[in-house]
């Protein structure tokens, strides 16, 4: 298991915005359960060149094109990555 620094952000940005309470650091609780992150490099940002626009949105591609890269499995309950060549949980 692994998460990536994008879903770090979008949880952060739906922390301020209030759509999502969260008690304590985010980055704390992962590394204290052991759970590794995964930033973003030069490889995950060309790939969004090559995904098509079936959805826009700049965070899911971003964790799309990540999958793609290193292989990974998403778990996720979006309908729209469905779309992707992506594996699925």
């Known amino acids: 298991m ?3 620094a994008i879903s770090l952000a979008e949880i ?7 759509k999502v309470t969260l ?6 609780i992962l590394r204290s359960n052991g759970i590794p992150i ?3 490099n030069e490889l995950h940002a ?3 060149e090559h995904l098509p ?6 965070f ?6 990540q999958a793609q890269i290193e292989g990974l499995t998403m778990v996720t ?7 992707y060549d992506v594996s699925l949980v």
Not at 12 to 18: R, Y
Request: charged content about 25%.
């Open 2 to 4: 692994v998460v990536g």
């Open 38 to 40: 995964l930033g973003v």
């Open 77 to 83: 309950v979006d309908r729209h990555f469905a779309a």
């Open 60 to 65: 899911d591609r971003l964790l799309i094109a």
């Open 53 to 58: 626009l079936h959805y826009r949105d700049p």
């Open 46 to 48: 060309a790939r969004l």
């Open 12 to 18: 952060a940005t739906k922390k301020s915005l209030g």
């Open 23 to 28: 008690t304590g650091n985010i980055v704390e």
